[in-house]
């Protein structure tokens, strides 16, 4: 990595530049509270409002004035009624979590109307199409004990640094998997820049700009994919074809879709998006099943270190909805050494214990075989870490292990925290670059203001356990407090 430099005034006002951000927030949601009228609506912007102004940047800005504005209880009657849903009822209130159901990837959650709303759709058309133009900035600032890199952490890599992580611009159609009389199509579209296109980047899709010229920011068209939903497979089948997020795993790349601001260890080294076709079969309203086949992890079919690759999932849910286990075996091929040829078995854990308490637990195993040696002379791939293997050996086997878990709170309908404790074995140092078991412990609090707004501090400690492997090696333990502010448009 090779940060840009920066100018010493510059360096001096960028831990400044993230709470005058928050301050802008803050002295807005005042202002508009101020204006608004004795009669409003309770609930959040869920459709356009009848009186709506003319023209597009007052649109604009009303939206973010009843957003931000506090409910009056004489006209909570008056909020429309919730959309009819497939299945089993949603376990959890979003916001303020990030979903309202536990999570599986490559495809839509068939039986979920699309009721969102956002401020840009509502400035421009009213918010009557169905597809939808939205997306966020998000700034961040992080203090830490290291000075060169908080490496393996994720995504504040870069220490010290107030910086722009993400700016997204979505273009979605969600298809209707409500419905079962007939077929419906969908599509997604994503545009990401910042520092945090280091994570989503793939062999064929501009990777050069990390890879071969080290930039701290990028561009990175991080989803683009096709969804067809076919109503008269069992309860509903959903095909996507496309580039789409690996598919298991409680996190993800983009950063309104996790409960933490950073992310676990484990999820800083295991596949970030893949490329291909995948099948997505609601049994019942309690199994579900995933086959796909991809060009392998992090690769484009284009490139050369594509490799036909089968992802296989399977999903249980609890009749209460209190409990989800999702398992799935992610990228499967030869495990022939390639650009993050990952072979990764993968599984979740999700449970509620109360209205207001639940907990996510995740783990998997990953191997991949014939990676170079570090001290041997076949030079491993660009961008990517050779293996400590046994003396005289030219190439092994690099495998690794990890578990993460996340324990949250709901506080009130704005406010919730949570806990992780992470633990990750990089055994032959190949996915983070030193040999070493590693532990990770991070508390966080996440603040809504209205639907639009999230505010995620954290506390967070880390230690690799068997030698130094923070600061690029100088440290073996690294405290970081940080931060990110999401601005939803």
Not at 51 to 70: H, K, L, T, V
Not at 212 to 233: A, C, K, N, R, S
Not at 254 to 270: E, G, K, Q, R, V
Not at 324 to 341: E, F, H, K, P, S
Request: hydrophobic share 35%; with cysteine.
């Amino acid at each position: 990595m090779r940060p840009i430099d920066n100018s010493r005034c510059v360096s001096r006002l960028r831990p400044y530049l993230f709470f005058i951000l928050i301050s802008i927030v803050f002295a807005l949601r005042i202002y508009c509270s101020a204006q608004q009228p004795d009669k409003q609506s309770s609930s959040l912007p869920d459709a356009p409002k009848p009186s709506a102004p003319a023209g597009f940047f007052a649109r604009w800005a009303d939206f973010y004035r009843q957003d931000w504005s506090p409910p009056n209880p004489s006209t909570a009657s008056s909020s429309s009624p919730t959309p009819a849903r497939r299945g089993l009822p949603s376990p959890l209130d979003s916001p303020p979590f990030p979903n309202s159901d536990w999570s599986y990837g490559g495809s839509p959650v068939i039986g979920e109307p699309d009721t969102n709303s956002y401020p840009l759709m509502t400035a421009i058309n009213g918010a009557r199409s169905r597809t939808k133009l939205y997306g966020w900035v998000e700034p961040t600032l992080n203090f830490s004990t290291s000075t060169n890199s908080n490496a393996p952490e994720a995504n504040d890599v870069y220490s010290n640094r107030f910086e722009l992580n993400q700016f997204v611009l979505y273009a979605e159609r969600l298809p209707d998997s409500v419905q079962r009389d007939h077929a419906d199509w969908g599509y997604h579209l994503t545009a990401l820049y910042g520092t945090d296109y280091r994570f989503t980047t793939a062999k064929g899709y501009g990777a050069d700009q990390l890879l071969d010229d080290h930039h701290q920011y990028g561009f990175d068209p991080t989803l683009e994919y096709l969804d067809i939903y076919i109503p008269q497979v069992a309860q509903g089948m959903n095909l996507r074809l496309g580039r789409f997020i690996s598919v298991p795993g409680i996190e993800a790349q983009l950063a309104p879709n996790n409960y933490i601001f950073s992310h676990s260890l484990l999820y800083a080294i295991d596949p970030f998006t893949d490329t291909g076709l995948i099948a997505t079969l609601k049994a019942s309203d309690q199994w579900l099943m995933q086959l796909g086949i991809t060009a392998g992890h992090d690769v484009a079919p284009w490139a050369a270190d594509a490799k036909p690759s089968a992802t296989a999932c399977l999903s249980y849910m609890a009749k209460s909805a209190n409990d989800n286990l999702y398992a799935c075996a992610n990228g499967i091929n030869d495990a022939r050494y390639a650009y993050n040829n990952l072979q990764q078995f993968d599984a979740t854990w999700y449970h509620k214990f109360s209205k207001t308490l639940h907990m996510a637990t995740e783990s998997w195993y990953m191997y991949e075989r014939d990676v170079p040696a570090i001290a041997g002379t076949i030079k491993p791939e660009l961008g990517a870490n050779g293996a400590y293997c046994l003396t005289g050996e030219e190439r092994c086997t690099a495998l690794e292990y990890a578990v993460v878990n996340f324990l949250q709170k709901e506080l009130s309908a704005h406010n919730f925290l949570s806990f992780r404790s992470d633990f990750l074995d990089d055994k032959k140092g190949q996915r983070t670059g030193y040999a070493t078991k590693y532990s990770e412990n991070t508390i966080m609090w996440c603040h809504w203001w209205g639907s639009t707004v999230q505010l995620r501090p954290e506390l967070r400690f880390e230690r690799a356990w068997d030698r130094k492997a923070y600061d690029n090696g100088r440290r073996q333990n690294q405290l970081t407090a940080a931060s990110d502010l999401i601005f939803h448009f």
